[in-house]
């Protein structure tokens, strides 16, 4: 008699997304079950093999029974749960919020050299955001040249950190981090000093690669070729989690 | 230790005074120090000397009316104070008045009545000691009963038995939320782990609110007592106060508290020779709004950029370092010991049916009488503003009171008969928050209330998630115009979608409530934002 197979410690549970019936593990979250389900989740600050973070609010989606909203990146599935991810409801709060990032800072595309690679442009195009109701802030912010190879638009940056994530998860450089309050934060390298003098950063590029916006790009590329690849990133997070 | 040593420590205590029959208190709390009590002190300790013994100058704690401050109290060695003589707007020059005045008729042109409804309407749980002992003193707080909770609750109570106390006293969550605490405490209790905190959330820091404050600086043992059998309770031996910059009076307070209740083996190892071990540490916050919020709270405790993480998990399953944590107010903590002394079903008589005890609440804005009260919950606000509050001066109209800082909203006139509790404020759309009330007049411009929270609100954000960051500033931006009369009908359309937005998307607390003093007045006092338009 073969000896009693060992029980998994982890339960897979059963639930509804946009009325499809669907199965989970119970320590996924609901956007890792969306994706798995090519169920379209909009999202900026998450990236698979980055920590979650929770910020951009645009993957927030209805439970039945519950009058808050939930962040899908931020929520794991329990049994039963009725999820609704595109309800007009949603669709109208993720334009505004959409609309609040492009007046927030400078976000010009035409002459980004992002354009037409941009997550935040076309999270737009996604949204249906073809005009911005609120008055753009017109707040200048400098540009980091000072880097050989990479520059920093603060700008184009949506604050998603994304890149202090990579740096500090990934990398193990912790060179970016925030400063600042409200709309005041800006990411920073080291003390804030430019970017070219970080004593950390190791020039890897990691953080010009998830950036979802011009915000950070390597210069003297062209509109055609600042293409983002992060595909790289869940195979690194794997190879990471298995050493 | 048990009961019967402490009683006997409290004698001892008591004795060291035993000549001292009247005490002339100087309230020494932030509000009176500065408006010059530190100099009527002095000058009634140099003007007193050594002539009468049998009488004794002390600094005490906070005697509520601040408006009248400096406050000096003149009572029997154990009197309250309301069976005491209370002088108001005293300075050095009336010291030589008062002290000639000790045995004959009081000083009347100082005089100010303890009969009046702002002594006599209060009932004080939490307050108890204030404006009576010396905060600074750990010899005059065990000689009043303190610390006697904490002993009977470690030799004569099991964890379980604390718990259902507080359970069973109904007390809720005392920095706005009104979670009850019973179910909090139960919950961290339950967890498996080897480590768990304990954190008292002294980061008060909403506009008009000084309660937290008043308490640690008139009573910072209660807390801490407080604290620790909140740690026997639910088995943490380590606790954290984090408490902000901008309160220099009251950390150094609780700096002495901690340090004399340590050597007295009240904080420790083997506190009262049982195996229950507690170190309490202080944290100091730079001042910022959002670190009241309890994940951003820990993260900055633990050295983080004070910024929220999403909930759950909750701290009480995963908080400080992914330990469960437990975290209460100032003074849900402070109506602990009472709690556990006299038993929770003696605190479940007071109060309404779902909100318990006594609530202290901060009056400020235009109001007679400002200053820091305790009643009990279900008060109706007439009766706080009006009777307890002295009224508006000036012989202005009543408008509005706004309640529970940036999280919460403002009442109008015509719902000042509600009894004050969690729930009815919420009905009203507006909250209880940590206590602070500011009362506006007719004067009052309800659109520039609603600029100068959103003000608050956007300049306190901490610039995590988009809803709080962006959303608060393109609000204070239409308020701003609206308030110039630049506004046009469509912006105020605009500015009820954000509120919409940013009240069901943001991140924490602070993004989801900033909306609240926008929507409270629109629905209150619609008419002025129509009025300020400028295509009106």
Known sequence: MPPPA???????????????????RADETIIEVCRENQIPIPSLCYLEGLSVWGACRLCLVELAGQGRLLAACSTRVTEGMQIQTNTEKLQRYRRTIVELLFAERN??????????????????????????RVPYRQASYPVDSSHEMFRLDHD????????????????????????????DCRVITDMAQPWGESDTCTSCGKCVQVCPTGALVKQGTSVGEMVKDQHFLPILARRRLAQ | MNLDDLADLAEQYRAID??????????????????????????????LGESQPSCKVKGVGCMGLCSAGPLVSIADRDGSLEESTIYRDVTADDAADIIASLDGPPVERLRCPTDQPF??????????????????SFKGYVAVGGYSALIRALSEMTPADVLREVTDSGLRGRGGGGYPTGLKWSTVAKMPATQKYVICNADEGDPGAFMDRAILESDPHRVIEGMAIAAYAIGANKAYVYVRAEYPLAVERLQTAIRKAKRSGFLGNKIGDTQFSLEVEIRLGAGAFVCGEETALMASIEGLRGQPRPRPPYPAESGLWGYPTLINNVETFANIAPIVREGGDWFASIGTERSKGTKVFALAGTITNTGLIEVPMGTSLRDIIEVIGGGIPGGKAFKAVQTGGPSGGCIPAQHLDIAVDYDSLKTLGTMMGSGGMIVMDET???????????????TESCGKCVPCRTGTQQMHGILDRLAKSQATRAELALLEELCEVVQATSLCGLGQTAPNPVLSTMRYFRDEYEAKLGDA
Not at chain 2, 18 to 35: G, I, T, Y
Not at chain 2, 450 to 456: D, N, Q, T, V
């Open chain 1, 6 to 24: 060992k029980q998994p410690n982890v339960r897979v549970v059963t639930l509804t997304i946009d009325g499809r019936d669907l199965s989970a």
């Open chain 1, 107 to 132: 976000h010009v595309c035409s002459v980004c050299v992002s354009n037409g690679h941009c997550e935040l442009q076309h999270m737009a195009q996604k949204c249906g955001v073809d005009h911005v």
């Open chain 1, 156 to 183: 184009r940056c949506i604050l998603c950190t994304r890149c202090v994530r990579v740096c500090d998860e990934i990398e193990g450089a912790h060179t970016w981090d925030v400063m600042g309050r409200g709309s």
């Open chain 2, 18 to 47: 035993a000549n001292v029959e009247r005490e002339v208190r100087v309230c020494m709390a932030a509000s009176c120090q500065s408006s010059g009590a530190a100099p009527v002190r002095d000058a009634l300790v140099a003007g």
């Open chain 2, 119 to 136: 002594f006599a309407r209060q009932q004080k749980i939490v307050l108890e000691n204030a404006g009576i002992i010396d905060p600074d």
């Open chain 2, 444 to 458: 009052s411009s309800m659109v520039d209330v609603a600029r100068y929270f959103m003000e608050f609100c956007m």
